[in-house]
T-cell receptor, first 114, second 111 residues
Framework: ETGVTQTPRHLVMGMTNKKSLKCEQH?????MYWYKQSAKKPLELMFV???????ENNSVPSRFSPECPNSSHLFLHLHTLQPEDSALYLC?????????????FGPGTRLTVL | GENVEQHPSTLSVQEGDSAVIKCTYS??????FPWYKQELGKRPQLIID?????GEKKDQRIAVTLNKTAKHFSLHITETQPEDSAVYFC??????????FGQGTRLTINP
């Protein structure tokens, strides 16, 4: 359960705030992902990083800004969010061998935008 | 793009009975199909996966079947137990390293 960690676990922010979510993986993986999970919606892929390089941006609004300084850490910087951005934000990691490697999820950050 | 449809959205079975969840996908190039279990307030956890070169895989009470021609795959849970109650998500690969998830099935095991 400690392979992928996320902080904070809960976050409440106003629409004008700037905050960051942090993800760290201890599995020696090379790929990291951000997902959004809303009530009544499937897990939505947001970003993919391979060996620190962004390889996928799934049409995510610019108020979400990812950063991957190394293969073990992934951040999601939040700015001028909307109430509809309230959701569970999940980080995941995988070996990075291509499309068939297992993704391991962190516990998520429950974000509430007021 | 890839689309994954999952049915049913909710499923209630008696303890000891079997549960079946079905998914269909649209991208014929998909080659990896994992199933995740998410208990309330917890992270999704992989319970079983299948690759396109096999038609069936089993792990104790859990099995997955894949029909590539029809582009559908199913999760089978036998001898269900209360701890099987959770939301189950299927997924299929789309391109390189992208997973597209189904909408989820809330499974309730009634004692």
């Amino acid at each position: 359960e400690t392979g992928v960690t996320q902080t904070p676990r809960h976050l409440v922010m106003g629409m004008t705030n700037k905050k960051s979510l942090k993800c760290e993986q201890h599995l020696g993986h090379n790929a990291m992902y951000w997902y959004k999970q809303s009530a009544k919606k499937p897990l939505e892929l947001m970003f993919v990083y391979n060996f620190k390089e962004q390889t996928e941006n799934n049409s995510v609004p610019s108020r979400f800004s990812p950063e991957c300084p190394n293969s073990s850490h992934l951040f999601l910087h939040l700015h001028t969010l909307q109430p509809e951005d309230s959701a569970l934000y999940l980080c995941a990691s995988s070996q990075g061998n291509g499309g068939t490697d297992t993704q391991y999820f962190g516990p998520g950050t429950r974000l509430t935008v007021l | 793009g890839e689309n994954v449809e999952q049915h049913p959205s909710t499923l209630s079975v008696q303890e000891g009975d079997s549960a079946v969840i079905k998914c269909t996908y649209s991208d014929s190039a998909s080659n990896y199909f994992p199933w995740y279990k998410q208990e309330l307030g917890k992270r999704p956890q992989l319970i079983i996966d299948i690759r396109s070169n096999v038609g069936e895989k089993k792990d104790q009470r859990i099995a997955v079947t894949l029909n590539k021609t029809a582009k559908h795959f199913s999760l089978h849970i036998t001898e269900t137990q209360p701890e099987d109650s959770a939301v189950y998500f299927c997924a299929a690969t789309w391109g390189a390293q992208k997973l597209v998830f189904g909408q989820g099935t809330r499974l309730t095991i009634n004692p």
